[in-house]
């Protein structure tokens, strides 16, 4: 459950967040996404308890995070955008270490670390964080954040420059600490993989809010059902003037935006000589959802 009112961030004379308002009902997977300079890490460490917004009010899961931060920090877990670990470490110390701050007692703490590295398949080999691999170090970085089992999350980045592999892997991670409960607010490049996850997603440009919703929300909004029609002709020029086509993998391809139009270019397609290969439909992505704004 999120509930933001008005929130405003400005750093001297730079205004980084315009008056924000999001309202999630449900835990479960938040996106946030939009250019360089939009303001999305500066809400996700406003959501963290890193940053106080100059005006406005937050709340996270019952918690008022401006009146309360103490209260939102206990329930937390943070991950920054880069992984910054203790490289002179092993994993086991550096977990060991970050227990004793969560004020876990030694067993719990050292079942607790069992327990999410072998569910992050990430075997402790005794060696220094320093050598470990980006992907190894950002599976660490996790393992911390959930060591004190959290229920908000607030993860900046969580597969930047990872490998196609690892990041699909903790992709499906965050799918299933969703599944148990968790409310995760995350930000990404990776416009696919937010599409992917994300129960509801917000768009910032510039500092404010320019869409919210979930993602069939957001569909509706940007756009609805595009048709993809697939064809081969032997003579294209003997398609009307009227008809728009483009080259494609050896054939053509032109596109309908509802049943109407489908039918009328099938059909003249097949008047024409052509044969109809196949019909592809889809939404706008959110990359396309991002351009557009």
Not at 95 to 104: A, H, K, N, Q, R
Not at 263 to 270: K, L, M, Y
């Given at each position: 459950m999120i509930h933001a009112r008005d929130v405003r961030k400005e750093f001297d004379s730079f205004v980084a967040l315009q008056g924000l308002d999001v309202d999630i009902e449900d835990n479960g997977i938040f996106g946030i996404i939009g250019h360089n300079g939009a303001g999305k890490t500066t809400f996700l460490k406003i959501c963290a308890g890193l940053l106080t917004p100059t005006s406005g009010t937050l709340e996270i899961d019952g918690i008022?995070?401006?009146?309360?931060?103490?209260?939102?920090?206990?329930?937390?877990?943070?991950?920054p955008e880069e992984s910054r670990l203790y490289d002179t470490m092993?994993?086991?110390?550096?977990?060991?270490?970050?227990?004793?701050?969560y004020g876990m007692p030694p067993r719990e703490s050292k079942s607790r670390s069992e327990e999410l590295l072998f569910s992050l398949k990430l075997a402790d080999e005794g060696k220094k964080l320093g050598e470990l691999s980006k992907g190894m170090?950002?599976?660490?970085?996790?393992?911390?954040?959930?060591?004190?089992?959290?229920?908000i999350l607030v993860y900046d980045e969580a597969t930047s420059g990872l490998d196609p592999m690892t990041s699909r892997f903790i992709t499906g991670f965050l799918r299933k600490l969703r599944d148990d409960g968790k409310m995760i607010i995350i930000s990404a490049h990776?416009?696919?993989?937010?599409?992917?996850?994300s129960d509801h997603v917000l768009i910032l440009s510039e500092g404010e809010r320019v869409a919210f919703g979930t993602m069939d929300e957001l569909r509706e909004e940007f756009g609805s059902l595009t048709y993809f029609i697939h064809f081969r002709i032997a003579d294209a020029s003997s398609l009307g003037e009227h008809l728009l086509f483009s080259p494609d993998d050896g054939g053509?391809?032109?596109?309908?935006?509802?049943?109407?139009?489908?039918?009328r270019i099938t059909s003249e397609i097949d008047a024409a000589g052509g044969n109809v290969e196949r019909i592809e439909s889809r939404y706008p992505s959110l990359e396309e959802m991002l351009m557009a704004v």
């Amino acid at each position: 459950m999120i509930h933001a009112r008005d929130v405003r961030k400005e750093f001297d004379s730079f205004v980084a967040l315009q008056g924000l308002d999001v309202d999630i009902e449900d835990n479960g997977i938040f996106g946030i996404i939009g250019h360089n300079g939009a303001g999305k890490t500066t809400f996700l460490k406003i959501c963290a308890g890193l940053l106080t917004p100059t005006s406005g009010t937050l709340e996270i899961d019952g918690i008022d995070v401006i009146a309360d931060p103490n209260a939102l920090k206990e329930r937390l877990g943070y991950l920054p955008e880069e992984s910054r670990l203790y490289d002179t470490m092993t994993i086991s110390s550096y977990l060991s270490f970050f227990g004793e701050i969560y004020g876990m007692p030694p067993r719990e703490s050292k079942s607790r670390s069992e327990e999410l590295l072998f569910s992050l398949k990430l075997a402790d080999e005794g060696k220094k964080l320093g050598e470990l691999s980006k992907g190894m170090r950002r599976k660490v970085a996790i393992a911390r954040s959930l060591l004190h089992d959290p229920t908000i999350l607030v993860y900046d980045e969580a597969t930047s420059g990872l490998d196609p592999m690892t990041s699909r892997f903790i992709t499906g991670f965050l799918r299933k600490l969703r599944d148990d409960g968790k409310m995760i607010i995350i930000s990404a490049h990776n416009l696919f993989q937010v599409e992917e996850i994300s129960d509801h997603v917000l768009i910032l440009s510039e500092g404010e809010r320019v869409a919210f919703g979930t993602m069939d929300e957001l569909r509706e909004e940007f756009g609805s059902l595009t048709y993809f029609i697939h064809f081969r002709i032997a003579d294209a020029s003997s398609l009307g003037e009227h008809l728009l086509f483009s080259p494609d993998d050896g054939g053509y391809v032109s596109t309908a935006k509802d049943i109407d139009q489908l039918n009328r270019i099938t059909s003249e397609i097949d008047a024409a000589g052509g044969n109809v290969e196949r019909i592809e439909s889809r939404y706008p992505s959110l990359e396309e959802m991002l351009m557009a704004v």
